[in-house]
């Protein structure tokens, strides 16, 4: 069991620190970019089932490079129930190890693994997921 990585950082609502949401279990996910298709249907499939989350005793947050102004017009155009946190600066993907080597076309670049962390109330990482299935995310977390 490895405890999750403190960060603190700027978000759709204000400053985040994951530290000041012990007690509460949080889905942390990782996503490349704001309003690209595969994100999109990520963040929509969390939204469509955020009722379902939250009974299960959970808090969603979406972390990826863009800014905040950004996440604004995405949560905006999507009506997103839940936080986007601004990691402008890839510091809390290096934490996570979610900044990593990707190819595509054959050109080598540096990019966001689409992972997600469920974080129990202690703070400590329960589960990672690598695979994501952006439009059966919330199956692959509550396991239904």
Not at 7 to 13: I, V
Not at 80 to 98: M, N, R, V
Not at 110 to 119: D, K, Q
Request: contains cysteine.
């Amino acid at each position: 069991m490895i405890n999750a990585p403190n960060f603190k950082l700027p978000s759709t609502s204000g400053t985040f620190k994951l530290s000041d949401y012990l007690g509460k279990n949080i889905i942390l996910y990782f996503y490349p970019r704001d309003n690209t298709p595969g994100c999109t249907a990520q963040a929509c499939n969390l939204r469509d089932n955020y009722k379902q989350l939250q009974d299960n005793g959970y808090i969603v947050l979406g972390v990826s490079s863009d800014s905040v102004k950004s996440h604004d017009r995405f949560i905006k155009k999507h009506d997103l129930p839940f936080d986007l946190i601004a990691d402008e600066d890839k510091s809390i993907h290096k934490l996570y190890g979610t900044w990593i080597e990707k190819k595509m076309y054959g050109k080598v670049y540096m990019g966001t693994a689409r992972w997600t962390f469920i974080i129990d109330e202690n703070g400590v990482i329960k589960e990672i997921i690598e695979k994501v299935k952006t439009k059966e995310h919330t199956q692959q977390i509550i396991g239904e």
